[in-house]
């Protein structure tokens, strides 16, 4: 199983990025797919999850600024930013959900500059 995230990078206060990531390699089904991020010195924490059913969940430091989609055709998984704040910086992990494992990204750094 690979899980393969692109999108990160330096970005301005208020600014926007989007996030993607694509799994391969899953051979049993895919329950639900997310993203979740860890800032220095910080615990990892949730940024967003969707399952298949399209039922999204937010952390609530997102919630309403972060928007999280996928495309089931290509068991990929999307993140836009908006209003991003410096406290958003942090190495985002994109993960799925599948026959009750879970599979983790390697992960891609987003750095919001004040």
């Known amino acids: 199983v690979q899980l393969q995230a692109f999108g990160g990078g330096l970005v301005q206060d208020g600014g926007s990025l989007r996030l993607s990531c694509a799994a391969s390699?899953?051979?049993?089904?895919?329950?639900?797919m997310g993203w979740h991020r860890q800032a220095p010195g910080k615990q990892r924490e949730l940024v967003a999850t969707?399952?298949?059913?399209?039922?999204?969940n937010y952390g609530d430091p997102v919630k309403g600024r972060f928007t999280i989609s996928e495309d089931n055709t290509q068991n990929t998984v999307y993140l836009q930013m908006n209003s991003l704040k410096p406290e958003d910086t942090a190495v985002y992990y994109c993960?799925?959900?599948?026959?009750?494992?879970?599979?983790w990204g390697q992960g891609t750094l987003v750095t919001v500059s004040s």
């Open positions: 969707i399952t298949r059913g399209g039922q999204a």
């Open positions: 993960n799925v959900l599948s026959r009750g494992l879970i599979y």
């Open positions: 390699g899953i051979i049993f089904s895919i329950d639900a």
